[in-house]
């Protein structure tokens, strides 16, 4: 059987990692390297050209190549700052990744990859948010997989939250959509948001901000992450209250955004999402709390791709790009399908494909 | 010019509005009558059905007469309750219709329309929520009209809001998307809802909240609605606290989901929106307040249709549905195009066709 196959990138402010991914969610190498952030947008997009090319190898199994059925059709990527998707640039992005706004992100790769003359060159290349980018991973293999209406909501360094409708992320007027973290809350009142305003939800229900909670309350300065006062926080009641105040404001949050949305599924994805019982249990009771009767059932699920859904998300931009573009193109004149048929031959191919959980 | 007329319907929870409205927005008749809310579902559709033959009078330049080049195509129907407006059913409703959940609101007019030998029957039927039909109006002629997406929010008995992309209302999984007012909010903190819960912006915001709000702070009790409490504002210390406290609430609700959604613009309709400067200034000054920097300069603009949005919007309903089965209609064989071509041939119009504003 013959497959499709992109490569999807997640860029964070920490991390960029990369992955060759088949049609059917199996993903065929990995690579990753730290995010040059204090380089500038060039040096960023010259390592996302490198791992391309990592997860690519020489070999005889290659997407593409005689041996295998398999054929490359994209690069996709999931960026940290706000993407015009459309246009594959970034609009703006926070001083985490020095001079990244503004940048031509898919016309850079595109031009590295062609001069480089990768497998990938002159492939399309797509790029949106990474929060979108993980809710898209979660919506074609993970835990909101056949949902028509979906909320995939991210609670980690900051807070965020995808409309998926019909699988697509919805990117508002001028793709900022997504802001879950700068609702106001009550239990934010007066602190100040990453955002230069007051009293967000972020200010206090991200994870660094239930750190610098947990500290203001008198907490133990040895714990240094949210992480960290998730798991003492059976013993230590400075503790204990952070959490209980910081996944509180998420979860009444998220249970009045899904009143104005009606979502057939709330995902939480993230670092808090895994961070322990109390926070879970927490955030799910409070949002609870807040649902009108004719949402009290409303499935609130943890994220289960952990930190693939990024990747798989952003291959699979590629992959329905290639999938549109290919049904489009049954009807047009034969001289403008010839860039459809730019699917490269690769000369190799990982050993060891893997399946995704 | 040929044009295509609907019958729209506003059927709310004290009155019922029918206009029969031109594809070109102009109302070329209109009735209404007080609901019979306290009759039972029966009683309320007799009523409607009544009132779509009390804009379709007999006469010689009705749409569709030999005289007239405009043909009716349909009737659609904005209503209180929770909708499904893809069976036309209604799922659920308030105790201000008493029966009304339940009820086959498209089918039991359908059969009324038929029953009557009405020029609208068997004509299709559609149905929404009063909110979203309210919003299709402002979309199709008024604060919104040509915008890709838009937050549409009602302000008046209840609290609700519309997300309108490419100009359809969204519903959510359970037809329930809209309720704005069930957003968790501080200056709601221990009130009781009107949807069981307790601390939500309805609970605050609405115009009875904002009335009760001023009693409990010691108001003159001779003020017995909010629009009295707006009026007194100026001179009135506690109508005027009473006021902002619940204009704040909105507005600051408002610029949360704004940033969650980046609409493209935010329509503010409803009794409040019109209740003087105090509310909507301080309103806007609350939303404008919690917007992140990409979001600065978001307009916020009152609606402009009035009374006549929902009627307009909910004609619209029709008026479109029409127009996408046409546009389909024309790929299939001519024997399942019979059913389109039922437009039936009116023996009157009224005299003095109007433009709404």
């Given at each position: 059987m013959s497959h499709r196959t992109a490569v999807g990138i997640d860029l964070g402010g920490t991390k960029i990692a990369a992955g060759l991914v088949r049609d059917d969610g199996t993903v065929l190498a990995q690579a990753?390297?730290?995010?040059?952030?204090?380089?500038?947008?060039?040096?960023?997009?010259?390592?996302?050209?490198?791992?391309?090319?990592?997860?690519?190898?020489?070999?005889?199994?290659?997407?593409?190549?005689?041996?295998?059925?398999?054929?490359?059709?994209?690069?996709?990527?999931?960026?940290a700052g706000v993407i015009d998707s459309g246009r594959g640039t970034?609009?703006?992005?926070?001083?985490?990744?020095?001079?990244?706004?503004?940048?031509?992100?898919?016309?850079?790769?595109?031009?590295?990859?062609?001069?480089?003359?990768?497998?990938?060159?002159?492939?399309?290349?797509?790029?949106?948010?990474d929060v979108h980018a993980h809710a898209l991973g979660e919506h074609w293999l993970g835990a909101c997989a056949g949902t028509r209406t979906a909320l995939v909501v991210a609670a980690g360094t900051g807070v965020g939250a995808t409309l998926l409708l019909d699988g697509s992320p919805q990117h508002g007027a001028r793709h900022v959509a997504g802001h879950l973290g700068h609702l106001p809350v009550a239990e934010a009142a007066g602190l100040p948001c990453t955002c230069s305003r007051t009293g967000h939800l972020e200010a206090v229900g991200s994870g660094p901000a239930l750190h610098a909670l947990y500290l203001r309350l008198g907490g133990d300065p040895a714990h240094t992450t949210a992480r960290a006062v998730c798991e003492v926080a059976g013993d230590d009641t400075v503790a204990r209250h952070a959490v209980v105040v910081a996944a509180t404001a998420l979860g009444r949050t998220v249970g009045g955004v899904a009143n104005m949305l009606d979502p057939e599924v709330v995902v939480v994805s993230g670092g808090l999402a895994g961070a322990g019982a109390l926070w879970w249990d927490t955030m799910n009771a409070a949002l609870a709390t807040e649902l009108m009767p004719p949402l009290a059932g409303l499935p609130v699920v943890p994220a289960v791709l952990g930190g693939d859904a990024a990747v798989l998300g952003a291959a699979r931009l590629a992959l329905a790009a290639h999938s549109d573009t290919r049904g489009a193109a049954t009807s047009l004149p034969q001289d403008l399908e010839v860039g459809l048929d730019l699917v490269t031959a690769l000369p190799s191919a990982p050993s060891a494909p893997r399946r995704n959980p």
């Amino acid at each position: 059987m013959s497959h499709r196959t992109a490569v999807g990138i997640d860029l964070g402010g920490t991390k960029i990692a990369a992955g060759l991914v088949r049609d059917d969610g199996t993903v065929l190498a990995q690579a990753g390297v730290p995010t040059p952030a204090r380089e500038g947008a060039a040096a960023i997009l010259d390592a996302v050209a490198r791992l391309v090319g990592l997860v690519l190898p020489d070999g005889v199994d290659a997407p593409g190549s005689p041996g295998s059925p398999d054929v490359l059709v994209g690069v996709g990527i999931g960026s940290a700052g706000v993407i015009d998707s459309g246009r594959g640039t970034v609009v703006s992005a926070t001083d985490a990744l020095t001079g990244w706004a503004g940048t031509d992100l898919t016309g850079g790769i595109s031009a590295r990859l062609a001069a480089t003359g990768s497998p990938a060159a002159h492939l399309p290349v797509l790029a949106d948010n990474d929060v979108h980018a993980h809710a898209l991973g979660e919506h074609w293999l993970g835990a909101c997989a056949g949902t028509r209406t979906a909320l995939v909501v991210a609670a980690g360094t900051g807070v965020g939250a995808t409309l998926l409708l019909d699988g697509s992320p919805q990117h508002g007027a001028r793709h900022v959509a997504g802001h879950l973290g700068h609702l106001p809350v009550a239990e934010a009142a007066g602190l100040p948001c990453t955002c230069s305003r007051t009293g967000h939800l972020e200010a206090v229900g991200s994870g660094p901000a239930l750190h610098a909670l947990y500290l203001r309350l008198g907490g133990d300065p040895a714990h240094t992450t949210a992480r960290a006062v998730c798991e003492v926080a059976g013993d230590d009641t400075v503790a204990r209250h952070a959490v209980v105040v910081a996944a509180t404001a998420l979860g009444r949050t998220v249970g009045g955004v899904a009143n104005m949305l009606d979502p057939e599924v709330v995902v939480v994805s993230g670092g808090l999402a895994g961070a322990g019982a109390l926070w879970w249990d927490t955030m799910n009771a409070a949002l609870a709390t807040e649902l009108m009767p004719p949402l009290a059932g409303l499935p609130v699920v943890p994220a289960v791709l952990g930190g693939d859904a990024a990747v798989l998300g952003a291959a699979r931009l590629a992959l329905a790009a290639h999938s549109d573009t290919r049904g489009a193109a049954t009807s047009l004149p034969q001289d403008l399908e010839v860039g459809l048929d730019l699917v490269t031959a690769l000369p190799s191919a990982p050993s060891a494909p893997r399946r995704n959980p």
